[in-house]
């Protein structure tokens, strides 16, 4: 789905029967954020990480800061494709719907990239390879609910710890050790690592690495070099920043900044 904005985005949808999973592949709009209106009031806004997925019926409040070209690989699942594997379903509270706007599963992200791959280029057995991915998709996505839904309730992050996390990633420099991320939370690794996979519903490590992903990608849209984007970053040297780069998002860091230049043109 390729969209172009020419406002900041402010709109509400719903999918009954249907579960919408999201995945961005150019940088989101500045500031994107989404509210389950329906169970947090109009007032709560978390923000959108490059996976987020709306569960059948729950109505979804999008809001940005600015508008702009936009790429998103979209998928809707049928809700009896995965709740099949959740045993009928599974209760949405607060702290699984937080989980689903921000999804850094390296399973989910595969899967989306192979679907529209084969979908765009299809080759002999297109048809019966795409739904056996679809497939592999629907069961990643239970997988993923259900990690959520598994972990303890007291057992999550506190949500100023989740967003000390996400300001210290977003500063750039270096990748903060876990060590770090525990003493700016003032708990032990043990517990960081354990509270972040049960609120979030993935390891701090991807959490990490897909968040330098990100801001990778709304650098390359500049003119900085991708030397310094590379080092600004904190990755060794340009080629291991181009190796991170290619095997999250398909293409080298020269490859993106083209495709971004010719949507300006």
């Known amino acids: 789905m390729r969209l172009h904005l020419d406002q900041p985005t402010n709109r509400v949808f719903r999918r009954d029967g249907h579960y919408w999973l999201d995945m961005c592949l150019t940088p989101r709009p500045e500031k994107a954020r989404g509210c389950f209106r329906d169970r947090w009031g109009p007032h709560r806004f978390e923000r959108l990480g490059e996976i987020f997925l709306v569960p059948p019926g729950e109505a979804i409040h999008v809001r940005s800061d600015r508008g702009g070209d936009q790429a998103s690989i979209v998928c809707e ?49 297109g048809k019966m390879l795409a739904e056996m991915i679809a497939g592999q998709l629907a069961i990643e996505v239970a997988r993923y609910c259900r990690a959520i839904a598994e972990g303890p309730i007291a057992g999550g992050l506190a949500s100023w710890r989740l967003r000390l996390i996400d300001e210290k990633l977003h500063q750039g420099g270096a990748a903060p050790t876990l060590e770090d991320l525990a003493a700016l939370c003032n ?13 979030r519903g993935c390891s701090i ?42 095997r999250a998002t398909g293409s080298t860091p020269s490859q993106f900044r083209q495709r971004q230049l010719r949507k300006v043109r």
Do not use: Y
Not at 116 to 125: D, I, K, L, S, T
Not at 224 to 231: D, R, T, W
């Open 187 to 199: 708990i032990s690794v043990r517990q960081l690592t354990r509270g972040f996979r049960t609120s």
């Open 77 to 125: 699942i049928k809700a009896e494709a995965i709740d099949r594997w959740l045993d009928g379903g599974i209760q949405w509270t607060d702290r699984r719907l937080e989980a689903v706007l921000d999804i850094a599963n390296p399973h989910i992200r595969s899967c989306l990239f192979r679907l529209a791959e084969e979908v765009n280029n299809p080759g002999p057995g």
């Open 205 to 246: 490590g991807d959490h990490i690495a897909q968040t330098r992903i990100e801001m990778a990608k709304r650098q390359l849209g500049s003119d900085e070099s991708i030397k310094a984007i590379a080092f600004g970053l904190g990755f060794a040297s340009p080629s291991s920043f181009a190796f991170a780069f290619r």
